[in-house]
Nanobody
Framework: QVQLVESGGGLVQPGGSLRLSCAASGSIFSINRMGWYRQAPGKERELVATIAGSDSTNYADSVKGRFTISRDNVKNTAYLQMSSLKPEDTAVYYC???????????????WGQGTQVTVSS
């Protein structure tokens, strides 16, 4: 089993910054793609950003130029640096990871429990 734990959410004023972290632990052989998604009240979950094992990145148009995704492969951790935050960025942010499990070498997708980000004055 693999666990993903997000941290770093909170309340921030418009124009502010936050850094989210997603730490993976458990029986891990390797992690391929990692990503951040978000879900606002009454809306569907949407992709925010992804980062591949090669470190290539992909962003939603709404966050390009404001958010940066990165990863530390030694720590099995992904980060989302969010800047110039807007009220419409308010949502629960979820991390996911495409994991190759240790021992079984089976590929599975895992999700974290989510962390709330609120942008408000």
């Amino acid at each position: 089993q693999v666990q993903l734990v997000e941290s770093g959410g909170g309340l921030v004023q418009p124009g502010g910054s936050l850094r989210l972290s997603c730490a993976a632990s458990g029986s891990i052989f390797s992690i391929n793609r990692m990503g951040w998604y978000r879900q606002a009240p009454g809306k569907e979950r949407e992709l925010v950003a992804t980062i591949a094992g090669s470190d290539s990145t992909n962003y939603a148009d709404s966050v390009k130029g404001r958010f940066t995704i990165s990863r530390d492969n030694v720590k099995n951790t992904a980060y989302l640096q969010m800047s110039s935050l807007k009220p419409e960025d308010t949502a629960v942010y979820y991390c996911n990871a495409h994991v190759v499990e240790g021992i079984s070498y089976r590929s599975r997708i895992y999700w974290g429990q989510g962390t709330q980000v609120t942008v408000s004055s």
